[in-house]
């Protein structure tokens, strides 16, 4: 019987364990996709206790908590930071086999040294150990980033945003690229028109200029498209239920705008059109500039109406959506082209339904032009675990092409999350040295060994230019 989490965790052949030791283990980090707050990075934000690093704003710990019958009040309500921590150590042992408990016990070890099971046990040991050791040099958020190997951070930013904490991490040059993502969703949703039309009042304060029409609107979002990409950003970003891809007519969308901006409803035909019109044109600058274009779909959102209420969005209200992807999807990307304007894609499924799916719609849209230009993502939200991580790798390798996978990204808000790339290279070394050692590919360590490396590093460096 192997130990919990000893060195070859998740490796179950000596063949596995050269490929992760000898070639994945000690390759680079680029996180081309998260939520850390650029803020934090720019002061070199130094946490007072494990608490505020590990439980706040991560709505994965919360949903166990809650599911566990913890009261809101210890979670994110007004108890101490110790008794929060207290909750949680008393949540784990029942998260077993949920990927948290993996996690929660890896970012001990990696970070702290701690190999001991989180428990009320040890809860208080285990604090306080952790709260003297995040005040020393080597625990400030960036020294984290650089003991991790993390070459590159990709935040998730709002057109609204002035990129000055960019522009700081950029002028202090601490080793570590942190580049702005381009994430315009609340740009094209007429959801709600009232909500649309204070984000567009907004965008004329931070643009100078005066919104009147939608050739005014689209001109400011250019020039906040053209901002980013002057502040190093090299990719685009969407979080959307499904792609929009419906019909429409330039006339339509002129009207249906300035319906928006005269505060009068439109119908949910033209809601769809306006989603599907913006999104195109999104689309258009990002080939225009060479970026990458990155596509989250198929979460369905804030289904608790009463916590949504009470705590907002990205609160853990979140789950699987149950959309119909295809159509559409092939719809957006074939008219993109049609035209030779599809820009290098990322495809995410938070749906185990779509995996082939998805992994067969971008086999039909390279070109040749670009190893992997149309990419299926990797494991996103509730797939980012072991048994969703396998899935999704299968899917790829069966219709696609694994090796011209750009790896894996935490998708996080914590800066305790860089262990996932570790677990995310384990298991792709354990699968490849499954296949090696039922003869189902050759027992050729180096050439195995490199497309490892390219998976989890090389391939990323060439794909999104951010060295360039």
């Known amino acids: 019987m192997k130990n919990f989490l000893d060195d070859d965790f998740l490796l179950e052949s000596k063949t596995a364990q050269k490929l992760y030791h000898d070639y994945a283990k000690a ?18 934000k130094q946490f007072a206790n494990i608490t505020r690093v590990w439980l706040n704003g991560d709505h994965y710990k919360w949903r166990a908590m809650r599911a566990n019958g913890v009261n809101e009040d210890y979670i ?52 306080d150990e952790c709260a003297e050791k995040l005040q020393s040099p080597g625990f400030s958020v960036r020294s984290l980033l650089k003991r991790f190997k993390v070459e590159v951070v990709g935040t998730t930013d709002d057109p609204l945003d002035n990129l000055a904490h960019h522009q700081k991490i950029k002028q202090d040059d601490f080793g570590v690229k942190v580049l702005p993502s381009f994430r315009p969703d609340k740009a094209m949703n007429a959801d709600n028109i009232e909500v649309l039309n204070a984000y567009i009042d907004k965008l004329e304060e931070v643009s100078g200029t005066t919104i009147n029409d939608l050739h005014s609107y689209l001109k400011a979002l250019k020039d906040r498209h053209d901002y980013f990409a002057a502040n190093g950003s090299k990719l685009s970003d969407h979080g ?21 901006r005269s505060n009068r409803a439109i119908s949910a035909e033209d809601n769809l059109k306006f989603k599907s019109a913006l999104l195109h044109q999104f689309a258009l600058w990002d080939h225009e500039k060479n970026w990458v274009q990155q596509y989250h779909l198929g979460a369905l959102r804030n289904n608790n109406t009463r916590g949504l209420a009470t705590l907002g969005p990205d609160t853990g209200w979140d789950s699987i959506g149950d959309f119909s992807h295809g159509k559409a ?10 035209d030779n304007k599809l820009a290098k ?17 971008t086999g039909n849209f390279n070109d040749g032009s670009v190893a992997g230009k149309i990419q299926f993502g990797s494991s996103w939200w509730f797939m980012d675990q072991k048994g969703g991580m396998i899935d999704q790798l299968n899917s790829l390798s069966n219709i696609g092409l694994l090796s011209r996978l750009v790896g894996m990204l935490t998708d996080s808000r914590s800066f305790m999350s860089f262990p996932r790339h570790e677990y995310f290279r384990r298991i792709l070394c354990n699968l490849l040295a499954t296949d090696i050692e039922n003869g189902e590919l050759p027992n050729d360590i180096e050439w195995t060994g490199k497309i490892v490396q390219d998976i989890c590093y090389n391939n990323a460096r060439e794909y999104f230019g951010f060295y360039e």
């Open 329 to 338: 999807l092939s719809r957006f990307l074939d008219r993109l082209d049609t």
């Open 345 to 361: 894609t990322i495809i995410y499924n938070s749906n185990p339904v779509n995996n082939d799916l998805f992994a067969a719609m």
């Open 240 to 260: 959307l239920d499904h792609i929009y891809s419906v019909d429409y007519t330039n006339g339509e969308i002129k009207t249906i705008f300035n319906k928006i």
């Open 27 to 44: 390759m680079p980090i680029i996180d081309y996709h998260c939520h850390l707050p650029p803020d934090e990075i720019a002061e070199d």
């Open 76 to 127: 994110t309500g007004n108890k101490s930071d110790r008794e929060k921590f207290e909750k949680w150590a008393a949540t784990v042992p029942y998260t077993l086999r949920n990927p948290l408990y993996h996690w929660t016990h890896l970012e001990l070890q990696r970070y702290f040294g701690i190999k001991e099971i989180l428990s009320p046990a040890t809860a208080k040991r285990i604090y």
